[in-house]
């Protein structure tokens, strides 16, 4: 039976500076939710990549006294290093500066043309060049600026191509009642409707005159793509569009996730649906628009500056610490709070103390009582339940927490059978039963049933920190690591453990401040 497949993608990010942490959450999540899917036996395709155009960029470029692929070839090179460290395992890193992706993107916007959905005016509008986006009076903030950055707006006007985004205003409108679950959370589905499209849909700016750095118009020099079409269409130039035939595109496209932050939600469920109808191909099935991550009260942004290098933080507490804390401490979809403090109590909490604790424990009394040798003689009681049952439940709740993006959730559900079997130790006493011969069966049951628990929670954490289960894999020497082992008694028996190593190590806080 041929495999269901899964296409899943970030945004592609803007190089105009190194990445920060608030990239990181982004595609730490979407790694999260492709690795599940792949180890749930499903085809995935998982891209990530850079927005390389546009008139920021040959700015920076130009203070720098350098081109402008030579001012972001180091920058892109630094976050394929950055995902290097963070284990992301994407399919495909796509870069709108590709040959491939150009000479695609000069055929979209010719067959957009042709169709009369582009057309020429003039534009006239308020300008952030650092978010590179046009603004109406009516949507800057208090004092003028920019709602976003805050920065000065500039008036221009310029020859520009448009696209006849309001001419599908009323489809859009029939799509998103006919997909209630295409924009998620819900808030963000009311706040379209409510902020832009209801008000009536302008047309929109797709080519500029006042700079080169872009895709050029083929058939009107002078001319450069602007960012949205550019940009958006990478999830079907890297599938191979405009052949429609090609063997990615027909086997992937339509994407089964857009995974993007908040502020970004407009142009993923506005244009781009509108651009694809124009384009006559079938919609995403969903995107998501997550919260942002909030440091020292305000966003992490580039612009801002008020961040440090990620590797900071992984080489200091370790990779597997700061995807677990990107995945767990945030609720998807809301903002959350990033800072070392909360990093290192969440890693003390759940990672050393229950995850850690209850790996060594267990490994040491096997070693202790029988060698390090795993038998399951079954002789249960009715406090085994707790975590059998527990256990023999965990894949399916996973699933639908994981099905629901809710991957906090979802570890939330996998580190309670990590704290049942914690104190399933304390309620089986098992140094207690070590004391009489008589109980040797029933002791032995116990481990059993604790290292099987690990086995089923390292199963199923791989998805969301992949260096920890290999590690807990190692150390109880079993081959049944997929997913079509996860039935509770699968561990192997007469095998002998491996020796024991420290998972994560308590970090104390005095020495780190």
């Keep these: 039976m041929e495999n269901k497949k899964f296409y899943i993608t970030t945004p592609i990010y803007y190089p105009s500076a190194e990445f920060h942490i608030g990239h990181c959450y982004t595609t730490v999540i979407a790694d999260a939710l492709a690795r599940y899917k792949r180890l749930a036996g499903y085809d995935v395709f998982f891209q990530t990549g850079t927005d390389e155009h546009g008139q920021k960029i040959e700015k920076k470029a130009e203070e720098a006294g350098v081109t402008p692929i030579e001012y972001i070839n180091p920058i892109v090179d630094n976050a394929k290093d950055l995902w290097k460290s963070l284990q992301i395992s994407y399919d495909y890193f796509i870069r709108t500066t590709d040959e491939q992706h150009v000479k695609a993107i000069q055929k979209i916007f010719k067959k957009m043309y042709d169709k009369g959905d582009i057309y020429k005016g003039e534009y006239k509008g308020l300008y952030c060049t650092p978010c590179e986006s046009f603004w109406t009076e009516s949507q800057l903030d208090e004092d003028g600026r920019c709602p976003d950055c805050h920065r000065e707006v500039k008036e221009v006007s310029e020859e520009a191509y448009f696209f006849k985004l309001s001419a599908y205003q009323d489809k859009l409108v029939k799509f998103y009642d006919e997909h209630p679950g295409f924009i998620l959370p819900l808030t963000r589905k009311n706040e379209m409707l409510n902020n832009f499209i209801n008000p009536g849909l302008e047309d929109l700016c797709v080519s500029r005159t006042s700079f080169t750095w872009g895709v050029p118009v083929d058939f009107d020099p002078g001319h450069v793509v602007y960012v949205w079409v550019d940009a958006l269409s990478n999830y079907i130039t890297s599938l191979g569009y405009p052949d429609e035939n090609a063997e990615l595109f027909k086997k992937y496209w339509p994407a089964d996730l857009h995974l993007v932050g908040k502020e ?91 995850l850690g604790n209850l790996v060594n424990r267990t490994i040491a009394m096997s070693k202790k009582y029988f060698d390090s040798k795993v038998e399951n003689p079954k002789v249960n009681e009715s406090v085994d339940d707790s975590i059998i049952s527990y256990a023999k439940m965990l894949p399916s709740l996973v699933d639908n927490k994981m099905n629901a993006l809710k991957a906090n959730e979802a570890l939330e559900d996998i580190f309670e059978l990590l704290k ?21 069966d029933r002791l032995k049951t ?64 005095k020495e780190e401040k």
């Design 264 to 354: 970004i939600v407009r142009f993923h469920t506005i244009i781009w649906p509108c651009m694809l109808m124009s384009l006559g191909l079938e919609l995403p099935k969903q995107v998501f628009g997550h919260g942002w991550l909030i440091i020292d009260g305000g966003k992490i942004s580039k612009s801002l500056g008020n961040y440090k290098d990620p590797r900071d933080y992984i080489n200091t507490y370790g990779v597997d610490a700061v995807r677990y804390f990107l995945l767990r401490e945030v609720p998807f979809g809301n903002d959350g709070s990033f800072s070392e403090e909360a990093l290192i109590t969440r890693t003390n909490a759940d990672l050393v103390n229950t």
């Design 420 to 440: 049942r079997s914690n104190k399933y130790i304390d309620d089986t006493t098992p140094w207690i039963l070590a004391k009489d011969e008589a109980n040797n």
């Design 446 to 509: 116990v481990l059993y049933n604790l290292l099987e628990s690990i086995r089923i929670s390292a199963i199923l954490l791989r998805a969301f920190i992949p260096s920890t289960s290999d590690r807990i894999f190692k150390m109880l020497n079993t081959k049944n690591i997929e997913f079509d082992t996860l039935e509770f008694g699968n561990l192997e028996t007469n095998i002998t453990l491996n020796e024991s190593e420290i998972l994560f190590n308590r970090i104390e806080v």
